[in-house]
């Protein structure tokens, strides 16, 4: 495919254009069938607005969140998408620039203020207190629903009208400075999620905490995080430099926290703003140290006093756990470096297609990648054994002289990420997962079904498109995804594949502009 320079330039420019609002219902042209008994809400989130006035986001990841949403009722498809208007939304548009500083962004005084306006600026910097523009997924607590990103900050949103309700502080609720955007849920409704506690809250540890299904208030005026439970906390292997997490494991009775050799250095987080370098450097990847797993029981708050390691990687997403036969299963997404990060810095992505290519091609590409732990350890048997007793996989568990058990996974496949599942599986042994295909090049992508008995997988693929994160919505079953395309003759839609077959049966095509997104949450129709 021979690609035009200005084509080549349009082809990227897409990810960091500014979103607009579609604030009113627009009905999409659905062609093909729209399954009847598909009826609620997908939410969707991603970074939209990445310039105000005459300043822009240095990264991809910062951009002011623009939440959609697509709404399925008999048969017919609405959209709509809406700003975030948080407190960082709200002081940026005010000013006509960006104020507030974000993770790979870091914003100074206006020159025109003067200096003791300057002193107490970098004084109010010495500790962050982050932005509240959350624009990586949509997460529930109780019947509420929050826009969400890793910071100390959430804002709660109406699910069918966008409109942003308020904040809340994770804070004034339970003792943590950052938390996950990736919470699990259970079957009473439940959600389990995770935080860690660096700054003013006695010795630095990762938190565990549960919000109960029914922690929403009758009048919706308390929020639901006042019925927190913290489950337990893990005190930091390395006191200035906790590991980073985006996402957790979570089986029937156990929670997995994988404490990566992926870290975040505390005195460089803290004198960042004075040395001039944004938050996102001070997250480094230590090739020489260990992978320490961790594995708490959900129903005690009491670790497991075995020892877990494996070799340094970096991981960001889990895609499910399990337990079977007095093994714990878990599946994640590796990879053997951090530059990740790095590619979304805009002038990283601004380069012409093969320029992006060539810098790119060297990265090390994503690994699902399955570890399994044995629970029950007989104190007799010999040092160098191999503990893992399943013979579906060719992961390891080796007991080493000193009680610790030394894992190596199993490679299930490579290049997928923004892996999804079934989600009545989730926390039990399940066969097949989801995710967009990544092959580290601006052409176009594919949405992939991997079948781990098998290790097969299927690809749905338009050309000139980049699929979002898959959804699966049950039951029987369709992966739902929201379609860009870099060609703007194409205009943007919802393709809906049925999740047994992988093949298409229905698209929405909506007629306005829709940015790339990263997460999202599908609300079901309680009506129907």
């Given at each position: 495919?021979?690609?035009?320079?200005?084509?080549?330039?349009?082809?990227?420019?897409?990810?960091?254009?500014?979103?607009?609002?579609t604030p009113e219902p627009l009905k999409a042209d659905v062609t093909g069938s729209i399954p009847p008994w598909l009826q609620g809400t997908l939410l969707r989130n991603g970074p939209g607005l990445f310039s105000v006035g005459n300043s822009s986001y240095k990264h991809w990841f910062d951009g002011m969140a623009l939440i959609h949403s697509f709404t399925f009722k008999d048969g017919e498809v609405f959209y709509r998408s809406k700003f975030l208007k948080s407190e960082t939304y709200k002081k940026n548009m005010a000013s006509n620039r960006i104020v507030v500083s974000e993770f790979g962004t870091m914003v100074y005084p206006d020159p025109c203020k003067n200096i003791f306006s300057k002193a107490f600026s970098y004084m109010m910097n010495a500790i962050p207190d982050f932005t509240d523009n959350n624009l990586i997924n949509i997460i529930r607590y109780g019947e509420d629903y929050y826009a969400s990103s890793e910071?100390?900050?959430?804002?709660?949103?109406?699910p069918m009208t966008l409109e942003t309700l308020g904040r809340t502080n994770y804070r004034n609720h339970i003792a943590i400075n950052l938390a996950t955007a990736h919470p699990h849920y259970?079957?009473?409704?439940?959600?389990?999620?995770m935080g860690t506690a660096i700054m003013n809250f006695g010795r630095p540890k990762y938190v565990i905490f549960k919000v109960p299904a029914n922690a929403t208030d009758g009048e919706k005026k308390q929020p639901a995080l006042r019925k927190v439970e913290q489950?337990?906390?893990?005190?930091?292997?390395?006191?200035?430099?906790?590991?980073?997490?985006?996402?957790?494991?979570?089986?029937?009775?156990?929670?997995?926290?994988?404490?990566?050799?992926?870290k975040l250095d505390i005195l460089k987080l803290a004198t960042a703003y004075f040395r001039d370098v944004n938050w996102g450097s001070c997250l480094k990847f230590d090739r020489d140290d260990i992978t320490l797993i961790h594995l708490v029981n959900r129903k005690t708050g009491k670790t497991v006093g075995t020892k877990y390691y494996a070799d340094p990687f970096v991981i960001f997403h889990h895609i499910n756990a399990y337990e079977e036969d007095g093994h714990v299963v878990f599946d994640l997404i590796t990879y053997q470096d951090s530059n990740l990060y790095d590619m979304f810095y805009i002038h990283n992505m601004k380069q012409d297609v093969d320029k992006f290519i060539e810098t790119n091609k060297d990265l090390s590409r994503p690994i699902c990648q399955r570890f399994v732990l044995p629970l029950n350890i007989d104190k007799e048997t010999p040092p160098d054994t191999n503990l893992v007793k399943l013979q579906?996989?060719?992961?390891?568990?080796?007991?080493?002289?000193?009680?610790?058990?030394?894992?190596?996974?199993?490679?299930i496949f490579e290049g997928l990420e923004l892996p999804g599942i079934n989600y009545k599986f989730n926390s039990k042994k399940y066969r097949y997962f989801y995710g967009t295909r990544v092959e580290w090049s601006p052409y176009p992508s594919k949405i992939a079904k991997v079948d781990i008995a098998t290790r097969t997988h299927q690809v749905w693929i338009?050309?000139?498109?980049?699929?979002?994160?898959?959804?699966?919505?049950?039951?029987?079953?369709?992966?739902?995804?929201?379609?860009?395309?870099?060609?703007?003759?194409k205009p943007p839609f919802l393709v809906v594949l049925d999740a047994k077959s992988f093949k298409e049966i229905a698209r929405a095509t909506i007629d306005t502009a829709i940015h790339m997104d990263l997460h999202g949450f599908f609300i079901h129709d309680k009506s129907t």
């Open positions: 495919m021979s690609v035009s320079v200005p084509l080549q330039l349009s082809m990227l420019s897409f990810f960091w254009r500014n979103g607009v609002e910071v100390n900050y959430i804002n709660q949103i109406d259970d079957e009473e409704g439940n959600t389990y999620n489950i337990c906390s893990i005190p930091f292997r390395s006191t200035l430099y906790p590991s980073y997490f985006h996402s957790f494991g979570m089986t029937e009775n156990y929670i997995i926290f994988v404490e990566q050799a992926f579906d996989t060719t992961a390891t568990a080796v007991l080493k002289p000193d009680g610790s058990i030394y894992c190596t996974p199993d490679t338009e050309e000139e498109c980049y699929p979002s994160e898959p959804v699966f919505v049950a039951s029987p079953g369709v992966i739902l995804s929201s379609v860009v395309s870099f060609n703007p003759q």
